[in-house]
C-alpha cells in the first residue's frame, strides 16, 4: 500500500521507536491515530501535524481505496462501513509491522528505540533519576523521555496514545486489573505543625467529622471515595476548599484554611506542615504502572518496564 508521492511520516507520537524503519505505508498509522481522536483537528493536535496535511493523507488513502473511510459530521469524524471493516485489519498489520520492525532492530543484541514514561509528581525526586540511570547504564540504545503529570492528565495520554507506560494512582484493589502493582499508600491527615490535633501518628477516621477539609473538587477520584466512605461511615466530612493539586491543598493547609487528606511520603513535608495516618479503617491508594494499549509493546519498552518494576519503589 505505497505509491511514489512524497508525504510526511508520523512522528514519535505515532512511531514509539527511534529509526526510520518503515514496514508499512505510515498514512494506516495516521488513519489508526484519527479514529482514536474522532476528529481530524484533533489528531492533528496530537500528532504536531497541520490539520490540512491530516486531511491529504486521508484523502488519498479515500482514493486508493476507493470507498470512503470516514463520515465528516459536525463533530468530527466517525467510520464508514467501509472503514468499520478495514480497522481491526489495518490495527492487526501494524501491530506485526512493529513488532517485525522492532525484531529486525534489535537482532544485533540490545533494544533500542525511544520509550515515553509518564510519572507523578511524587515519584519524580525520588525514582526518576534511578529509572534514568540504569536506563543509561543498561540500555544504551534507548532514550527515556520522562513526562510528569498529575494521574487524571497520565491516564487521558496513555488513552491517547502519547505514553508507552504510566506510573498511576488507583483508588482500590478493584481497579488495580492488570496493571503492576507497585506500592501501597495510607492516606494521612495533614495539618499546621502546632495543631494539638497531631499529638499521635494515627488518627481515627470518626475523628475527621466536622473538620474543615481541603480535598480535590468532583469528580477527583479521591473526592468520590472519601464522599462514598463518609456517607459509607456515617462521618461528616466538610468541605471548606477545594483544590485539586496536593502542593495547592499543602499551601493552604499552610495559610490556616483547613486540613488536606493525602498520601505522604517520608521527608516530603516542610516544616510548617504535620501529618497522621488515618485509620479505622486505613485508607489506601494503588500506585501502579499502566500501559497504553494504542502504544505497540517494543523490546525497548518491555525492558524499561522490567526496570521499573524490579526497582525497589516503596514510597512513591
Not at 462501513?81 to 478495514?86: A, P, R, V
Not at 486505613?282 to 521499573?308: D, H, M, N, Q, Y
Amino acid at each position: 500500500m505505497t505509491d511514489n508521492q512524497s508525504y510526511p511520516v508520523p512522528d514519535t507520537a505515532t512511531q514509539p521507536t527511534a529509526t526510520a524503519l518503515t514496514i508499512i505505508d505510515p498514512r494506516w498509522t495516521l488513519f489508526v491515530r484519527v479514529v482514536a481522536a474522532g476528529s481530524l483537528s484533533k489528531a492533528a493536535v496530537l500528532l504536531d501535524m497541520p490539520q490540512s496535511m491530516v486531511s491529504r493523507n486521508i484523502a488519498l488513502l479515500e482514493s486508493q481505496c476507493g470507498e470512503r473511510l470516514f463520515h465528516r459530521t459536525g463533530r468530527g469524524v466517525v467510520l464508514t462501513e467501509f472503514g468499520e471493516q478495514l480497522l481491526p485489519c489495518i490495527s492487526d498489520l501494524l501491530a506485526n509491522a512493529e513488532s517485525l520492525a522492532d525484531d529486525i532492530r534489535n537482532l544485533r543484541g540490545k533494544p533500542v528505540g525511544e520509550v515515553v514514561v509518564g510519572m507523578l509528581p511524587s515519584a519524580v525526586r525520588r525514582f526518576a533519576g534511578t529509572l534514568f540511570a540504569a536506563v543509561r547504564a543498561q540500555m544504551p540504545g534507548v532514550r527515556l523521555h520522562l513526562i510528569e503529570g498529575a494521574s487524571a492528565q497520565l491516564e487521558e495520554q496513555l488513552h491517547d496514545g502519547r505514553l508507552d507506560m504510566a506510573l498511576v494512582l488507583r483508588e482500590s484493589e478493584a481497579s488495580i486489573g492488570q496493571a503492576h502493582l507497585l506500592a501501597r499508600l495510607p492516606l494521612h491527615l495533614v495539618g499546621p505543625t502546632a495543631d494539638p490535633l497531631f499529638g499521635s501518628r494515627d488518627i481515627a477516621l470518626e475523628n475527621l467529622s466536622g473538620l474543615p477539609l481541603v480535598v480535590p473538587g468532583r469528580p477527583h477520584l479521591l473526592r468520590a471515595r472519601l464522599d462514598h466512605l463518609a456517607a459509607e461511615q456515617g462521618v461528616e466530612l466538610c468541605v471548606a476548599v477545594e483544590a485539586d493539586s496536593v502542593q495547592l491543598q499543602y499551601e493552604v493547609v499552610a495559610a490556616g484554611g483547613g486540613y488536606a487528606i493525602a498520601s505522604v511520603l517520608p521527608g516530603s513535608l516542610d516544616q510548617r506542615l504535620v501529618s497522621s495516618r488515618i485509620i479505622e479503617p486505613v485508607l489506601e491508594r494503588f500506585v501502579v504502572l499502566v500501559e497504553s494499549p494504542r502504544r505497540p509493546l517494543t523490546r525497548a519498552s518491555r525492558e524499561v518496564r522490567r526496570l521499573i518494576c524490579n526497582l525497589s519503589m516503596p514510597s512513591i
